[in-house]
């Protein structure tokens, strides 16, 4: 079974509508992140969390927001979806080190 | 090497040759590197990582080399095998903070 698993896979939504991404891992961490890729960028990070009371923005949080559920779950909304946030979302995880990130397989999304 | 567009660049690699896979950083500061290969529809996988107190690092057919002088990486693949066909990409982590190159596709060519 994968360690971190995102919820959807796909996902096709219009612009406006509210939507949310959820994330869990079974690895026991307590750091976990969101990014989105764009095609032909780097990563870019949303929203990160080093425990089930801290919330963090990254660089690129506007239009987004982040609830930590619980240790192993850490979901990213999009309040009124528009077409720019059209992108590939990743999940990951870290130990408290910070270091090494352990990534979910993606979340595809297209605002249209 | 590392490009920031709508294109990534490409290395086209023959079946048990060696890979260089370039990547130049922008922090003078940053203390920790990794690479990552990304597989099409998957998520990035860890490699290899070198700490800014080391120039080289060896695992199972990689290699990373870390020139501090000039701000470059870069990641050798011994005996590219078809499995190793993905994008490849560097990240810096300064201040703990990651930033994250955009990533160079290789195609293992038979």
């Known amino acids: 079974d994968a360690d971190v698993t995102q919820t959807p896979r796909n996902r096709i939504t219009k612009t406006g509508k509210r939507i949310m991404l959820e994330c869990s891992q079974t690895k026991g961490h307590d750091r976990m992140y969101w990014y989105r890729q764009d095609p032909g960028l780097g990563l870019r990070l949303i929203y990160y969390?080093?425990?089930?009371?801290?919330?963090n923005k990254g660089e690129i949080s506007d239009g987004y927001s982040v609830s930590r559920q619980a240790q192993a779950k850490f979901s990213l909304s999009l309040e009124s979806a528009i077409p720019n946030q059209t992108a590939l979302y990743f999940c990951a995880t870290s130990g408290t080190d910070g270091e090494t990130q352990y990534f979910g397989p993606g979340t595809r999304l297209l605002v249209l | 090497g590392e490009s920031v567009g709508l294109h990534l660049p490409t290395l086209s690699v023959q079946e048990g040759d060696n890979s260089i896979i370039n990547c130049a950083y922008s922090?003078?500061?940053?203390?920790?590197f990794i690479w990552y290969k990304q597989e099409s529809g998957k998520g990035p996988q860890f490699i290899i990582d070198i700490r800014s107190n080391m120039d080289k690092r060896q695992g199972q057919r990689v290699t990373v080399l870390l020139n501090k002088t000039v701000k470059h990486l870069s990641l050798q693949i011994a005996a590219t095998q078809p499995g190793d066909s993905a994008v490849y990409f560097c990240a810096e982590k300064s201040w703990g903070k990651f930033q994250f190159g955009a990533g160079t596709q290789v195609v293992v060519t038979p």
């Open positions: 922090n003078s500061a940053s203390d920790y």
């Open positions: 969390s080093f425990d089930v009371k801290d919330i």
